[in-house]
């Protein structure tokens, strides 16, 4: 819910004040001499003298943010089910490679791990030797890799849903 907080009109009037004296004490820190909304609350210092207060933002993990899929430590009744043994392997080092999906990927890593960090983010998802992940059309990121890396993937069009 939004609200919105003015300073309030402040104002004092005599019947043998001077107009100039009532202008003088007519105090407003804006043009406007009404009040649409006010809330008046003591501020989070005052609330909180004398504690110790942790404020923490939850953030939504980067996975559900982007849909991007992952299944850790799949089971071995799972790769055959999927054809894992059939699809394409990919080899790298200890490197920094750019990337963007134009079509959904499945990627099972054998060996290694893969820090990916999503355009505009600072934050990464890190994927481990066993895990099962699924990249989705358009996703953009940045994919590290800090040793050997090895890859099974398999491109997927619209509608195979595995």
Not at 4 to 17: E, Q, V
Not at 20 to 33: F, L, N
Request: charged residues 30%; contains cysteine.
């Amino acid at each position: 819910m939004a609200s919105i907080i003015m300073a309030p009109t402040i104002s004092s009037f005599s019947t043998k004040t001077s107009i100039k004296e009532y202008k003088m004490s007519h105090i407003t820190p804006r043009k406007s001499h009404s009040i649409k909304a006010m809330r008046a609350e003591k501020p989070l210092e005052e609330l909180y003298k004398g504690h110790s207060v942790n404020v923490t933002r939850e953030e939504k993990p980067l996975e559900e943010l982007y849909n991007v899929r992952v299944e850790r430590k799949v089971p071995p009744e799972r790769l055959v089910e999927l054809g894992v043994s059939g699809w394409s392997m990919w080899k790298t080092g200890k490197c920094k490679l750019p990337w963007n999906w134009h079509i959904d990927q499945f990627v099972y890593i054998e060996e290694g791990e893969v820090r990916v960090v999503p355009e505009g983010s600072h934050r990464f998802m890190q994927f481990l030797a066993g895990d099962l992940v699924r990249y989705p059309k358009w996703f953009e990121a940045d994919l590290f890799f800090n040793g050997f890396y090895q890859e099974r993937y398999s491109f997927r069009a619209y509608g195979d849903d595995y």
